[in-house]
């Protein structure tokens, strides 16, 4: 299965073979008060930076997330990457809780952008699966739902199938979906990275 997403120009295959495909998220404001400050004025210079950095490091795509308390992301996700795209050609992974925020950003920026992230919440589903359908974009599936985080792999994977089979029957096509199996902290459930691994085995 390949996902093609693009910038303006540039193309990233994120390939179920392989090649592993580096997603940047430093453009993040949780725990990074100089971002949220140079955000708030708004100065997209930091931002900038932090995405000539990740491109230098490697990454293949760039996720945006401009989320903090008080924030009017409707506004300024669409912003920031109208800066970012007016600098650099790499494909964008739009990241907000908030859909209206999501759609206006996919109005401007133009390629083929992924979603990060919708889940099999019925929300969620309702409210990102018409978007990525219309804006013709990529989406991060969550093995998760109403009832949160399951440890059971079979349940993930049932999660994933529920996902892809809503997508479907929206039109979106099934090389546009991609499953995160979700990693868990090792540290807190010693069993979770055998969760993650089995579920990856299930999905492919």
């Given at each position: 299965?390949?996902?093609?997403?693009?910038?303006?120009?540039?193309?990233?295959?994120?390939?179920?073979?392989?090649?592993?495909?580096?997603?940047?998220?430093?453009?993040?404001?949780?725990?990074?008060?100089?971002?949220?400050?140079?955000?708030?004025?708004?100065?997209?210079?930091?931002?900038?930076?932090?995405?000539e950095s990740q491109i230098k490091a490697?990454?293949?795509?760039?996720?945006?997330?401009?989320?903090?308390?008080?924030?009017?992301?409707?506004?300024?996700?669409?912003?920031?990457?109208?800066?970012?795209?007016?600098?650099?050609?790499?494909?964008?992974?739009?990241?907000?809780?908030?859909?209206?925020?999501?759609?206006?950003?996919?109005?401007?920026?133009?390629?083929?952008?992924?979603?990060?992230?919708?889940?099999?919440?019925?929300?969620?589903?309702?409210?990102?699966?018409?978007?990525?359908?219309?804006?013709?974009?990529?989406?991060?599936?969550?093995?998760?739902?109403?009832?949160?985080?399951?440890?059971?792999?079979?349940?993930?994977?049932?999660?994933?199938?529920?996902?892809?089979?809503?997508?479907?029957?929206?039109?979106?096509?099934?090389?546009?979906?991609?499953?995160?199996?979700?990693?868990?902290?090792?540290?807190?459930?010693?069993?979770?990275?055998?969760?993650?691994?089995?579920?990856?085995?299930?999905?492919?």
């Amino acid at each position: 299965m390949k996902t093609t997403l693009r910038g303006k120009i540039n193309e990233i295959i994120i390939d179920t073979n392989g090649p592993v495909i580096i997603i940047g998220e430093c453009i993040n404001p949780t725990r990074r008060k100089k971002l949220v400050t140079t955000l708030q004025e708004p100065n997209f210079e930091y931002v900038l930076e932090l995405a000539e950095s990740q491109i230098k490091a490697g990454a293949d795509v760039l996720d945006v997330n401009v989320g903090f308390p008080g924030v009017d992301d409707v506004r300024l996700l669409p912003e920031t990457v109208l800066a970012i795209r007016s600098r650099f050609d790499i494909p964008l992974c739009l990241d907000s809780p908030n859909p209206k925020a999501i759609e206006a950003a996919l109005k401007v920026a133009g390629g083929k952008c992924l979603i990060n992230s919708l889940n099999g919440e019925e929300k969620s589903l309702n409210a990102l699966i018409p978007i990525a359908r219309e804006y013709g974009a990529a989406i991060i599936g969550l093995t998760m739902d109403d009832v949160g985080i399951t440890h059971d792999h079979e349940k993930r994977l049932a999660i994933a199938e529920k996902i892809l089979e809503r997508a479907l029957k929206a039109g979106l096509k099934a090389e546009d979906i991609i499953i995160d199996p979700l990693a868990m902290a090792v540290s807190a459930d010693p069993g979770a990275c055998m969760v993650t691994l089995e579920t990856i085995r299930l999905v492919h």
